[in-house]
């Protein structure tokens, strides 16, 4: 069965910068798409960013120019480095694994708070 593991998270001041770490069990990592996604308060799940198997990364528009995906095919591991932290990225953050189809593999796993306060 598939499952992740979100760590990372905690609280920053605004400017700050955080790296979410995402390790996978359960698939051949390398074949399959990693997505960040997260969800704030009283809001839908929303996508952040995904990585293909190419290591093409895309980024939703409020997190373009400040967050990084990567993945570590050989750690099972993909990365989110959040630079530029601004109080609207708080929310819990998730990672899931899906196929070429966008079909979701695995459960949403706990996530990793983020929080963004002075």
């Known amino acids: 069965q598939v499952q992740v593991v979100e760590s990372g998270g905690g609280l920053v001041q605004p400017g700050g910068s955080l790296r979410l770490s995402c390790a996978a069990s359960?698939?051949?990592?390398?074949?399959?798409?990693m997505a960040w996604y997260r969800q704030a308060p009283g809001k839908q799940r929303e996508l952040v960013a995904f990585?293909?198997?190419?290591?093409?990364?895309s980024y939703e528009d409020p997190v373009k120019g400040r967050f990084t995906i990567s993945r570590d095919n050989a750690k099972s591991t993909v990365y989110l480095q959040m630079n530029s932290l601004k109080p609207e990225d708080t929310a819990i953050y998730f990672c899931?694994?899906?196929?070429?189809?966008?079909?979701?593999?695995?459960?949403w796993g706990q996530g990793t708070q983020v929080t963004v306060s002075s």
């Open positions: 990585i293909t198997t190419g290591s093409y990364s």
């Open positions: 899931n694994s899906y196929d070429s189809n966008w079909r979701r593999y695995g459960n």
């Open positions: 359960g698939i051949i990592f390398s074949n399959y798409i």
